[in-house]
Every structure is written in C-alpha cells, then in structure tokens.
C-alpha cells in the first residue's frame, strides 16, 4: 500500500506541475498528514469496526483546470478528486477530463480494506467459552472504472468502457469432515474484468445509448489446517474412537463470462409528455473444478464405517440468464397535476449440475473388521426460473396552495418453478415446485410548508396473497413523518419519526416484525461564530419466526430484539483564521446483543496563511459488549495535517 500510495501522489503533483503553464486556470486544496491509533482491549473488534491504521494519509485533494488558449491541446478542462488514500481503509481517486467537440474522459479508482475478526460471529464454540472467533476476513479491493465518450454532443457519440476489479486476502474458516469441524486456513484471490463498447445519440427530443459489453472473472480460493487444529471442535469421540485431523488441503478454481447488453432511450412524445426506457441483459456461464485431500482418524455415518484418508474432487458448470425491461410515462395533465405510469418486467434463469466424486481409504466398519477403500460419485442438476412482472401508477397534485398530494398504486407478480436435484434435498417435504406470488402496493403522501415550517407525512402497504421464501411477508406497513422548522438563522429543527410492521402467519413460518424509530436534531447558532447540535433517537425492532435447527432438523421459536438510544452533542466555534470544535455521541442497545459505544472528538483548525493551514484530531472510542467482555475496547486516534490550497 505504501508503494501504492506513493505512486499516487506522484502522479497527483505532476497533474498540479502540468496544469499550470499557458493560459490555463487552476484551482486546487491539499490535505495530507500522519495519523496514530492506540488501542487496549480488543484490536480485532476495533479493526472489524473501524479499521483505521497509522500512517500517512491524503485526507483530500481537488484540482480543477481550465484551458482557454487556443491551438492544439490535450484537454480544456480537468478535474482530480482524491480522499482516504494511505492508512484509511476506504480510498478514492476521480479523473475528469476532456476537450469541447472532441470527448470526455472519467476514471475513478477505489481502494477498500475488509476485516472481519469478531470473537462472537459463526463461532460454534462460543457457549463452550472459547472466545476466538473461527471464521476471519482480511480483504483488500482495488477496482478502476474508466468510461469514455468521442465527440460529445453530436449526433452519434461512441462510448468505450473499461472495468477491473481485484479483491484478495487470507483469512480462517472451519470445515466438517469425518463426524468433527476443523478450523482452517483460507486464501482467496479473485480478479474480474468488463469491456463495454456503445454508442450514444441525439435523435431530436431523444436521447439515450446501447452498450454491449464482456465480463471476465478468475477465482482461486484454497484451504489448508490450522497449525494445531486437528484435534477438531469437538473433544468426544464417535463410537469409542477420537476423530482427529492430521492433514488437508483443498483448492477450488473458478472461472466465467457474461456478455452483458444496456441499452437506455429518454424524450418527448408530446408537449409535457415523456418517455423513458431501460433494458439490461446478461449471460452468465461459468466452470468450478475443486480438489480436496484429508487423513487421519475419522469416521462416516454415510458409510457406517471408519476411515483413515479421503481425496475429493468437484466438477461445476452453472449458466444464468436475465433481462429486465421497463417503461415510464411521465405526463403533466394539467397545470399542477402530475401522472407517472410504468410497466416493468424481469426474467431470471438458473441451470447448473455437479459431480462429485469421493475415494475414502483404509476404511473398516464399526465392529472393526472388512477392510477396503470405498468410492462414491455424486450427480446433481438444478434449475430454476423467476419471472416478475410489475405495473405501476403514481398521480401528484401541487395546485393547492401549500399544500401537495400524492398516490401511487402498483402491482407485482412473481413466478418461480424450481427444479432441485434429489441429492440436494435434506429436509422433508422436498424443494421444489411452481409457486406464484402477488403483491399489491399502495402508497400515499402529503407534505406542506408554511413559512419555516415543513411538514411531511408517507404511507405504503404491501398486501401478498403467498410466500415464496420462508422470509416474504404477506402485509408490510410503513407510516413516516418528517418536520423541519426554522427559525431564521437561530434554530433549526429538525424530528422524523418511523414505524414499520409486517406479519407472515402461514402455520410454520409465525412471522412477525415491528420496527420504530424516532429522532430529533436541533441546531442551535446564537451568533454567527457559534454553532451547537443537539441529537437524540430510539430504534426498536422486534422479530420473530420459526426457524429449523441445523444440527436436528427441529422446528422452534426464534426471537430477535433491538432496543437502542443514541444521544449526541456538539460545538464548534469559528473567528477568523481560527476553528475549534468537539463532539460526543453515545450510542447504547438493550437488545439481543447488548453495548455501548462512546465516542468522543475534537478538532483545531487553523489557517497560518492564504494559502497554509494546520488540523490536528482527535477522537475516541469506547467499545463494550456487556455479555462477551472479551470483545471490549478503547481506541484513542490523533491526526495531524497539513493543508495547501490557492
């Protein structure tokens, strides 16, 4: 990342060296500097969070060019954004470029770090008191996308894209094999890239573009074990004999590509009538081939028999089309009076097979005796589709005064046929089968504004005649309210308020959500140098459902709850040259997972000169999670910068 990061501050100050010469103008600001972390507790948890680091850190940068000479040039405008390049986890940089008459250039570049290390989250032996989760993630992202059109504002304008994505990382996970689960070590690596080539056009009142683009993706992910890891999760043994681990290794490799179609078209039918339509379209084809090699002490209830080694090997093929078209009618029927009207229609299909082929070696049955290796070979097909078919309307009036209504009505139907092999069914009942699934959508709302005052209040209900999946409700409500009074420059006050319900009663299933939230912000300015913001919210969320237990099939209650208050508090102060301010918020859940987080900061910020300026930071945290101490933590983070602007 240093290197990385190098490299691009380079290129940024020669882009600053190179648009400054002729008769160009130029505009740019600098923000760089160097931030520290110091954390006791739980670095892990803070890097799941948070993930700042220490080290350098371009906070901002933006260079704005023009270039009004005439005679031959590279270009007559450019604009460089860049911000979080360096020790943030999140980092961007945004070229925008061209020449009148000849085209437009954009290239933007992101760099994204994951981490994922919570002691609680997929740990199978957390009621057992091992803290440690199982199941980590340190991944690291970096994607480029550059778009360019020739000859802008022409009649026909050529488009040509370009996409790259690399996302890469180790990470652990667990595996279960021979009656016991076994922690592992996991690489992944996987890179994609999309050309797009197209043509835009000004037909008229018309406007629009078809694309045809080519997606190309590599995936590598291998496992190996964990250094000290094969004793496995579970210490009893399996009819007398203890399961243990003493080697694997497992590779899988992926690859595919998907031709991908866009096409968009926006205009007038007639006076205060327009038209705007999109489709997409892609194919998806892919090949899976995995490999895995395990011995030890281990045993199968498949085969009722012990085993001392077993060698896997996967053979995948998965192909998915789908399109989505849709149209919308935007029409003024009067002066005032609004009318939007759509039709959208979406198609999915899904067809892929398997085969997986076992050798399990040394093998003897449970009484001990007979000996032999044993081979299976496992096939399986699976095909899916899903059709959804919406319409929809949408009627606003603005002529009453203060006053604006608006109503929409729409209608979805969904069709799915699921064709599941027999090898993949686990449950009873089996999985497949033609469903079909209505809904109807009906929303309204009103907002009104008087003087300083706003008011806004919006309504939206789903009514569903089945469930596809475990998870789709059969009613979903939404009531929303919005206010916003000021007081000339004194106060603003700002209050939402929310309440969602949604049920699914069908014997088996017993869904039923309930989800409120409620803030207030109130912005206080006595003079012009002083500002003070004052914020408190609840959230409270209320779920249940059946769900089946994985280790027995078993159908019991599931009950999840939320109930959180968030208080906040800051100041800031500014004369001159000169800038302060601090903030504290504290944010506090009594739910399933009960916490705290307090969070404190302050800033100073000064302008040496017209042109230099200092900041320093800071900010911390405290992290505490009131059943699982283990994942608690103070983080304390200082940042110092430097900033140069003309």
């Given at each position: 990342?240093?290197?990385?990061?190098?490299?691009?501050?380079?290129?940024?100050?020669?882009?600053?060296?190179?648009?400054?010469?002729?008769?160009?103008?130029?505009?740019?600001?600098?923000?760089?500097?160097?931030?520290?972390?110091?954390?006791?507790?739980?670095?892990?948890?803070?890097r799941s969070q948070v993930n700042e680091q220490p080290g350098v850190l371009l906070r901002s940068f933006s260079l704005t060019s023009?270039?009004?000479?005439?005679g031959s040039k590279l270009f007559d405008r450019m604009r460089i954004d860049a911000a979080g390049l360096g020790a943030s986890p999140?980092?961007?940089?945004?070229?925008?470029?061209?020449?009148?008459?000849?085209?437009?250039?954009?290239?933007?570049?992101?760099?994204?770090?994951?981490?994922?290390?919570?002691?609680?989250?997929?740990?199978?032996?957390?009621?057992?008191?091992?803290?440690?989760?199982?199941?980590?993630?340190?991944?690291?992202?970096?994607?480029?996308?550059?778009?360019?059109?020739?000859?802008?504002?022409?009649?026909?304008?050529?488009?040509?894209?370009?996409?790259?994505?690399?996302?890469?990382?180790?990470?652990?996970?667990?595996?279960?094999?021979?009656?016991?689960?076994?922690?592992?070590?996991?690489?992944?690596?996987?890179?994609?890239?999309?050309?797009?080539?197209?043509?835009?056009?000004?037909?008229?009142?018309?406007?629009?573009?078809?694309?045809?683009?080519?997606?190309?993706?590599?995936?590598?992910?291998?496992?190996?074990?964990?250094?000290?890891?094969?004793?496995?999760?579970?210490?009893?043994?399996?009819?007398?004999?203890?399961?243990?681990?003493?080697?694997?290794?497992?590779?899988?490799?992926?690859?595919?590509?998907?031709?991908?179609?866009?096409?968009?078209?926006?205009?007038?039918?007639?006076?205060?009538?327009?038209?705007?339509?999109?489709?997409?379209?892609?194919?998806?084809?892919?090949?899976?081939?995995?490999?895995?090699?395990?011995?030890?002490?281990?045993?199968?209830?498949?085969?009722?028999?012990?085993?001392?080694?077993?060698?896997?090997?996967?053979?995948?093929?998965?192909?998915?089309?789908?399109?989505?078209?849709?149209?919308?009618?935007?029409?003024?029927?009067?002066?005032?009076?609004?009318?939007?009207?759509?039709?959208?229609?979406?198609?999915?299909?899904?067809?892929?097979?398997?085969?997986?082929?076992?050798?399990?070696?040394?093998?003897?049955?449970?009484?001990?005796?007979?000996?032999?290796?044993?081979?299976?070979?496992?096939?399986?097909?699976?095909?899916?589709?899903?059709?959804?078919?919406?319409?929809?309307?949408?009627?606003?009036?603005?002529?009453?005064?203060?006053?604006?209504?608006?109503?929409?009505?729409?209608?979805?139907?969904?069709?799915?046929?699921?064709?599941?092999?027999?090898?993949?069914?686990?449950?009873?009942?089996?999985?497949?089968?033609?469903?079909?699934?209505?809904?109807?959508?009906?929303?309204?709302?009103?907002?009104?504004?008087?003087?300083?005052?706003?008011?806004?209040?919006?309504?939206?209900?789903?009514?569903?005649?089945?469930?596809?999946?475990?998870?789709?409700?059969?009613?979903?409500?939404?009531?929303?309210?919005?206010?916003?009074?000021?007081?000339?420059?004194?106060?603003?006050?700002?209050?939402?308020?929310?309440?969602?319900?949604?049920?699914?009663?069908?014997?088996?299933?017993?869904?039923?959500?309930?989800?409120?939230?409620?803030?207030?912000?109130?912005?206080?300015?006595?003079?012009?140098?002083?500002?003070?913001?004052?914020?408190?919210?609840?959230?409270?969320?209320?779920?249940?459902?059946?769900?089946?237990?994985?280790?027995?099939?078993?159908?019991?209650?599931?009950?999840?709850?939320?109930?959180?208050?968030?208080?906040?508090?800051?100041?800031?102060?500014?004369?001159?040259?000169?800038?302060?301010?601090?903030?504290?918020?504290?944010?506090?859940?009594?739910?399933?997972?009960?916490?705290?987080?307090?969070?404190?900061?302050?800033?100073?910020?000064?302008?040496?000169?017209?042109?230099?300026?200092?900041?320093?930071?800071?900010?911390?945290?405290?992290?505490?999670?009131?059943?699982?101490?283990?994942?608690?933590?103070?983080?304390?983070?200082?940042?110092?910068?430097?900033?140069?602007?003309?």
């Open positions: 990342m240093a290197k990385r990061f190098a490299y691009i501050v380079g290129l940024l100050l020669i882009a600053c060296w190179a648009s400054t010469g002729g008769a160009q103008t130029t505009q740019f600001s600098l923000e760089l500097g160097y931030q520290w972390t110091s954390i006791s507790g739980n670095e892990d948890v803070f023009f270039d009004s000479s005439s999140d980092g961007r940089l945004l070229v925008d470029a061209g020449l009148a008459g000849a085209y437009n250039l954009r290239l933007v570049y992101r760099h994204g770090e994951y981490f994922n290390a919570l002691p609680d989250f997929a740990n199978p032996l957390l009621g057992s008191g091992v803290v440690l989760g199982q199941h980590t993630m340190n991944r690291k992202t970096d994607s480029m996308d550059l778009d360019v059109e020739l000859i802008p504002g022409h009649t026909l304008t050529p488009l040509v894209g370009y996409r790259w994505v690399h996302t890469t990382g180790p990470g652990q996970t667990t595996y279960h094999i021979g009656q016991d689960e076994f922690q592992l070590n996991d690489n992944f690596s996987v890179t994609s890239q999309e050309v797009r080539v197209g043509l835009g056009f000004h037909l008229g009142t018309f406007a629009g573009s078809i694309q045809q683009g080519w997606r190309f993706f590599d995936q590598t992910d291998t496992t190996s074990l964990l250094a000290g890891a094969g004793g496995g999760n579970n210490t009893k043994p399996v009819l007398g004999q203890d399961i243990t681990l003493s080697s694997f290794t497992g590779s899988a490799n992926s690859s595919g590509t998907t031709p991908i179609t866009t096409a968009y078209v926006s205009g007038m039918l007639a006076n205060r009538v327009r038209l705007v339509g999109s489709y997409v379209r892609a194919d998806f084809k892919s090949d899976t081939t995995g490999d895995e090699l395990a011995s030890g002490d281990l045993a199968s209830f498949k085969l009722a028999r012990f085993y001392g080694g077993r060698s896997e090997s996967v053979q995948s093929k998965a192909e998915t089309e789908s399109w989505r078209g849709d149209a919308r009618v935007e029409a003024e029927l009067l002066d005032g009076i609004e009318l939007i009207a759509g039709y959208a229609k979406q198609h999915r299909a899904l067809d892929g097979w398997a085969t997986i082929s076992d050798l399990y070696t040394d093998t003897i049955n449970f009484s001990g005796a007979d000996p032999k290796d044993v081979s299976t070979l496992i096939n399986a097909q699976t095909a899916m589709t899903r059709d959804d078919e919406a319409v929809e309307a949408k009627v606003t009036v603005r002529n009453l005064g203060p006053v604006q209504l608006w109503a929409a009505y729409s209608k979805i139907n969904q069709d799915v046929n699921v064709t599941p092999d027999a090898a993949e069914i686990v449950v009873p009942g089996g999985q497949g089968g033609s469903y079909s699934r209505d809904v109807d959508r009906t929303s309204a709302g009103v907002s009104a504004v008087f003087s300083d005052l706003r008011l806004g209040l919006d309504w939206k209900k789903d009514d569903a005649d089945a469930a596809i999946v475990r998870t789709d409700f059969l009613n979903l409500e939404r009531w929303r309210a919005r206010l916003n009074w000021t007081a000339g420059k004194l106060l603003q006050l700002v209050g939402t308020a929310e309440q969602i319900t949604g049920d699914n009663p069908t014997p088996g299933i017993d869904e039923d959500l309930t989800v409120k939230h409620y803030a207030a912000d109130l912005v206080v300015t006595p003079v012009e140098a002083l500002m003070v913001r004052l914020g408190y919210g609840v959230y409270k969320a209320d779920s249940t459902i059946i769900i089946r237990r994985p280790q027995d099939f078993v159908l019991e209650p599931w009950l999840y709850t939320e109930d959180g208050t968030s208080t906040d508090a800051a100041v800031s102060y500014k004369h001159g040259r000169f800038a302060v301010g601090a903030a504290y918020t504290k944010f506090k859940n009594t739910g399933n997972q009960p916490l705290n987080l307090d969070r404190t900061n302050a800033y100073v910020d000064v302008d040496l000169t017209s042109t230099w300026g200092v900041i320093a930071q800071y900010d911390k945290r405290k992290y505490e999670q009131v059943a699982l101490p283990i994942a608690n933590y103070d983080a304390n983070w200082y940042g110092f910068f430097v900033r140069w602007r003309n």
